[in-house]
């Protein structure tokens, strides 16, 4: 994943065929790609209310 990273200036992240967020410059790293992947956002809790 690391050189895609270093060859991309924009990253769409998917999750069940739907785009869940936009990276761009330096806000592309493998931890925010990987939240995006995995559904999880600011100030998720990652479980049931």
């Known amino acids: ?5 270093e060859l991309s200036h924009r990253v769409l992240v998917m999750r069940n065929g739907r785009i869940m967020g936009e990276l761009r410059g330096k806000d ?3 931890e925010a790609i990987l939240r995006l992947a995995s559904g999880l956002t600011a100030g998720s809790t990652g ?3």
């Open 1 to 5: 994943m690391r050189e895609l990273i």
């Open 47 to 49: 479980g049931k209310k």
């Open 28 to 30: 592309i790293n493998e």
